[in-house]
Nanobody, 122 residues
């Protein structure tokens, strides 16, 4: 059974830093793109950052220059380093990955992590 397991959330003051991790476990063939989304209370879930297996990254404008996404392909793990955190970054952060489970088909199965709370408050 494939799972995405997140860790690293918490409560920090404005200007602080946190590092989120998301590890894919189970049996599967490959993962191309891994992403972080977030959802604040009363708001829609939004894409924060994504990274391909080749290291190509994409960020939403509000986090550019503050957040860095990276991954360790050997460990099937994606990270989100969050610096200069602001109160508006407060949200539940979710890891997401479309996963190819076998070599026999290019069908992708969508998996979400359980979510980790990030709270930025004075």
């Amino acid at each position: 059974q494939v799972q995405l397991v997140e860790s690293g959330g918490g409560l920090v003051p404005p200007g602080g830093s946190l590092r989120l991790s998301c590890a894919a476990s189970g049996t599967f063939f490959s993962i191309n793109v891994m992403s972080w989304y977030r959802q604040a209370p009363g708001k829609q879930r939004e894409l924060v950052a994504s990274i391909t297996s080749g290291g190509i990254t994409n960020y939403t404008d509000s986090v550019k220059g503050r957040f860095t996404i990276s991954r360790d392909n050997a460990k099937n793990t994606v990270y989100l380093q969050m610096n200069s955190l602001k109160p508006e970054d407060t949200a539940v952060y979710y890891c997401f990955a479309p996963i190819q489970k076998t070599w026999a088909t290019d069908m992708l199965w969508h998996y979400w992590g359980q979510g980790t709370q990030v709270t930025v408050v004075s």
